[in-house]
């Protein structure tokens, strides 16, 4: 496996690099009065992988997320190679979730694909990122599955390992310097788990990197992997120091690991066992510290020389012809950086160059976004209408949608333009109005929790501006979502032999703009509550208000509630397709007798009334460009008020 990051560093033109190192100490962390973290120190080298193990609730995956920025601890210190970590800094990390969190009806390749165009530099050519995405697949040894659905619960996909690797692929596409990877091992065997874990020692030994895991109950196998181990129990630390050593500090306090015993399973026995060999441990673990094998970065009166990154821009740059093949970063936590007087900015061949002829280069990058908002919100609507598609026009919709297409034209084939029947007539336009704007509402509040734990993944890496994201969500799901009207009306528009050729573009126009108001309303709920069955029972309360104030139930409401009956985005479809089916329209044959509803059916030289009678008779009110624009309204402020309201929510680190 070693041979192939050899290889694919050789086909790079690189030879190793040199990498950064991570040294946290006196790091706390509480949660109300209980502590989660207290005073928690190590060091992560380059070349090197550290595992954080300890027993469940232990505060492992607490400290990579401290490491990583997602939460502020109470107290501590983080640098990197001597260097106060910034969020500029943690440009040059990666994190690797316990969970794999994916697109599921993308393939791995379109993955892949959509990350790097997305996060890799714009200055690079995007044949430079699709070759950027060949070597990590061929690296990771995924190249089988490339073309695999990333597959969920419904439809299979990848395995647990493939997606294990998947996860760490899109993570390093970006050549970070430092990997926190939190139980990359969890949900798979243990053949698996080892391969996994194996490929991962190759990759940081041959390429320099740091790399930092948590890591519940590893094998013997794996556990020898580690250069070092972090052994916290209780939030403290039991044990810190290279792995090999780990059971003669247990020996020293009495405690014999028995011949061919899982290393890693004595010590999470020991330090889950009863509380007097807890203390024991973690008061010798505390002695250590003034040990001649405690690394000194860790002592708390230790000072690095090295000035801030980012002081001073002559420190470094970033070529502007930036090259993923040739630009090499560096940060070094030595002396040598005194004697650097400067640093040349050359963009011969695309290189960056220091004194000295080494290969000390320090990118000093300090854009915010690694891509422009047009990039983003192109790759993202592209990414986007690839999901979204099988959400909203899956075969049980489109099946749905047909179906109830037929049926409506069988209950209302070709209706008879009499009174006996206005009351038919009416119902399907109400029925036309409510269906849609409801499939919308609960198809835009079911469809974000997986885009939530995305975007949340997504902006905490800094990979887009919220923006983008927002309005690549919009354009690209609507030209799905109106496909379905199209064909139910179209259909049943001309079966029930509803008001001409003006009639069925205005009611087409208006269910559509109708579906995109209420999805508006739907994607506000669904980004109001992380829990999607408070956001349904949120979204049936609107559309049961919209049911019943939308002017088929009800038309004289009490005066002082009145007015809430102009929220319902059902009122204005409802009255506007009225207003399209009896404007121009043929006449109203009269029912005979005492059985009809209009004083000029009561002449029985009349056997008919006009359209436009019937329309006085209900008081619309408003006029058609005025209903347009409260329909419009409602699209407008439902979004407006969804978008401001995932900012709220959102945050992004780094």
Same mark, same amino acid.
């Given at each position: 496996?070693?041979?192939?990051?050899?290889?694919?560093?050789?086909?790079?033109?690189?030879?190793?690099?040199?990498?950064?190192?991570?040294?946290?100490?006196?790091?706390?962390? !509480?949660?109300?009065?209980?502590?989660?973290?207290?005073?928690?120190?190590?060091?992560?080298?380059?070349?090197?992988?550290?595992?954080?193990?300890?027993?469940?609730?232990?505060?492992?995956?607490?400290?990579?997320?401290?490491?990583?920025?997602?939460?502020?601890?109470?107290?501590?210190?983080?640098?990197?190679?001597?260097?106060?970590?910034?969020?500029?800094?943690?440009?040059?990390?990666?994190?690797?979730?316990?969970?794999?969190?994916?697109?599921?009806?993308?393939?791995?390749?379109?993955?892949?694909?959509?990350?790097?165009?997305?996060?890799?530099?714009?200055?690079?050519?995007?044949?430079?990122?699709?070759?950027?995405?060949?070597?990590?697949?061929?690296?990771?040894?995924?190249?089988?599955?490339?073309?695999?659905?990333?597959?969920?619960?419904?439809?299979?996909?990848?395995?647990?390992?493939?997606?294990?690797?998947?996860?760490?692929?899109?993570?390093?596409?970006?050549?970070?310097?430092?990997?926190?990877?939190?139980?990359?091992?969890?949900?798979?065997?243990?053949?698996?788990?080892?391969?996994?874990?194996?490929?991962?020692?190759?990759?940081?030994?041959?390429?320099?990197?740091?790399?930092?895991?948590?890591?519940?109950?590893?094998?013997?196998?794996?556990?020898?992997?580690?250069?070092?181990?972090?052994?916290?129990?209780?939030?403290?630390?039991?044990?810190?120091?290279?792995?090999?050593?780990?059971?003669?500090?247990?020996?020293?306090?009495?405690?014999?690991?028995?011949?061919?015993?899982?290393?890693?399973?004595?010590?999470?026995?020991?330090?889950?066992?009863?509380?007097?060999?807890?203390?024991?441990?973690?008061?010798?673990?505390?002695?250590?510290?003034?040990?001649?094998?405690?690394?000194?970065?860790?002592?708390?009166?230790?000072?690095?020389?090295?000035?801030?990154?980012?002081?001073?821009?002559?420190?470094?740059?970033?070529?502007?012809?930036?090259?993923?093949?040739?630009?090499?970063?560096?940060?070094?936590?030595?002396?040598?950086?005194?004697?650097?007087?400067?640093?040349?900015?050359?963009?011969?061949?695309?290189?960056?160059?220091?004194?000295?002829?080494?290969?000390?280069?320090?990118?000093?990058?300090?854009?915010?976004?690694?891509?422009?908002?047009?990039?983003?919100?192109?790759?993202?609507?592209?990414?986007?209408?690839?999901?979204?598609?099988?959400?909203?026009?899956?075969?049980?919709?489109?099946?749905?949608?047909?179906?109830?297409?037929?049926?409506?034209?069988?209950?209302?084939?070709?209706?008879?333009?009499?009174?006996?029947?206005?009351? !038919?007539?009416?119902?399907?336009?109400?029925?036309?109005?409510?269906?849609?704007?409801?499939?919308?509402?609960?198809?835009?509040?079911?469809?974000?929790?997986?885009?939530?734990?995305?975007?949340?993944?997504?902006?905490?890496?800094?990979?887009?501006?919220?923006?983008?994201?927002?309005?690549?969500?919009?354009?690209?799901?609507?030209?799905?979502?109106?496909?379905?009207?199209?064909?139910?009306?179209?259909?049943?528009?001309?079966?029930?032999?509803?008001?001409?050729?003006?009639?069925?573009?205005?009611?087409?126009?208006?269910?559509?703009?109708?579906?995109?108001?209420?999805?508006?309303?739907?994607?506000?709920?669904?980004?109001?509550?992380?829990?999607?069955?408070?956001?349904?029972?949120?979204?049936?309360?609107?559309?049961?208000?919209?049911?019943?104030?939308?002017?088929?139930?009800?038309?004289?409401?009490?005066?002082?509630?009145?007015?809430?009956?102009?929220?319902?985005?059902?009122?204005?479809?409802?009255?506007?397709?009225?207003?399209?089916?009896?404007?121009?329209?043929?006449?109203?044959?009269?029912?005979?007798?005492?059985?009809?509803?209009?004083?000029?059916?009561?002449?029985?030289?009349?056997?008919?009334?006009?359209?436009?009678?019937?329309?006085?008779?209900?008081?619309?009110?408003?006029?058609?460009?005025?209903?347009?624009?409260?329909?419009?309204?409602?699209?407008?402020?439902?979004?407006?008020?969804?978008?401001?309201?995932?900012?709220?929510?959102?945050?992004?680190?780094?």
């Amino acid at each position: 496996m070693e041979s192939v990051f050899q290889n694919w560093q050789a086909a790079r033109g690189e030879g190793k690099r040199r990498g950064i190192d991570l040294v946290f100490k006196g790091i706390n962390y !509480d949660i109300g009065e209980r502590s989660i973290l207290k005073d928690v120190s190590g060091i992560a080298k380059q070349g090197d992988m550290l595992a954080v193990m300890g027993p469940s609730g232990s505060g492992k995956t607490t400290l990579l997320n401290v490491v990583a920025g997602r939460i502020v601890a109470d107290s501590g210190e983080i640098s990197l190679s001597g260097q106060p970590i910034s969020k500029r800094m943690r440009k040059k990390m990666c994190y690797v979730l316990q969970q794999d969190i994916f697109y599921s009806n993308l393939t791995l390749r379109q993955t892949l694909t959509y990350t790097a165009l997305l996060r890799l530099p714009e200055e690079m050519s995007k044949k430079e990122k699709i070759h950027r995405v060949e070597e990590i697949v061929d690296a990771l040894d995924l190249r089988k599955c490339l073309d695999t659905i990333i597959g969920d619960i419904f439809q299979r996909g990848l395995s647990g390992g493939e997606q294990k690797r998947a996860n760490i692929a899109n993570e390093i596409l970006t050549d970070p310097m430092l990997m926190l990877l939190d139980e990359p091992t969890s949900g798979l065997d243990s053949n698996t788990a080892c391969n996994l874990m194996k490929i991962m020692k190759s990759y940081t030994q041959v390429n320099n990197k740091t790399v930092i895991t948590t890591i519940h109950q590893p094998s013997s196998q794996i556990y020898h992997l580690f250069d070092r181990v972090l052994l916290i129990t209780n939030g403290q630390v039991a044990y810190f120091g290279e792995g090999s050593k780990i059971l003669s500090f247990f020996s020293s306090l009495g405690l014999e690991c028995s011949m061919n015993y899982n290393p890693a399973d004595f010590i999470l026995e020991k330090v889950s066992d009863e509380k007097e060999i807890q203390d024991t441990i973690i008061e010798a673990a505390n002695k250590l510290r003034d040990s001649e094998d405690w690394p000194v970065e860790l002592h708390h009166n230790y000072m690095s020389k090295q000035p801030r990154m980012g002081d001073n821009k002559s420190n470094g740059h970033i070529n502007k012809a930036y090259n993923i093949d040739e630009v090499k970063l560096t940060m070094e936590a030595t002396t040598e950086m005194d004697s650097i007087k400067e640093i040349q900015n050359t963009e011969q061949d695309g290189r960056m160059h220091a004194l000295g002829g080494e290969e000390n280069y320090l990118m000093d990058d300090d854009k915010k976004w690694m891509t422009s908002w047009w990039t983003q919100y192109s790759v993202l609507t592209q990414r986007n209408l690839y999901q979204a598609k099988d959400r909203i026009l899956s075969k049980f919709n489109i099946i749905q949608t047909l179906f109830l297409a037929v049926l409506a034209s069988l209950f209302w084939f070709q209706i008879e333009r009499t009174e006996v029947t206005l009351r !038919d007539r009416i119902g399907l336009i109400f029925f036309t109005s409510i269906y849609f704007g409801f499939f919308s509402i609960i198809d835009a509040i079911t469809g974000f929790p997986e885009d939530r734990a995305i975007l949340s993944k997504e902006r905490s890496s800094g990979a887009y501006r919220l923006s983008a994201y927002f309005f690549a969500k919009m354009t690209s799901e609507a030209p799905l979502l109106i496909a379905q009207p199209i064909v139910f009306v179209t259909i049943v528009f001309w079966v029930a032999g509803l008001n001409g050729v003006t009639g069925y573009f205005g009611c087409l126009a208006v269910v559509i703009l109708g579906a995109l108001a209420a999805q508006g309303v739907g994607l506000a709920i669904g980004v109001s509550f992380k829990i999607i069955k408070m956001a349904l029972v949120a979204g049936t309360i609107f559309m049961l208000f919209s049911l019943l104030s939308g002017g088929f139930y009800t038309v004289n409401l009490p005066f002082w509630i009145n007015w809430i009956k102009y929220l319902s985005f059902v009122l204005y479809v409802y009255n506007i397709q009225i207003t399209y089916e009896f404007t121009n329209a043929a006449p109203i044959f009269c029912s005979r007798g005492n059985l009809t509803s209009f004083s000029e059916c009561l002449n029985p030289n009349v056997t008919s009334i006009d359209q436009s009678a019937y329309l006085q008779s209900i008081s619309i009110g408003w006029p058609l460009w005025a209903m347009h624009l409260a329909l419009f309204g409602i699209l407008l402020v439902s979004r407006t008020t969804a978008y401001f309201i995932l900012r709220f929510k959102s945050t992004r680190i780094g």
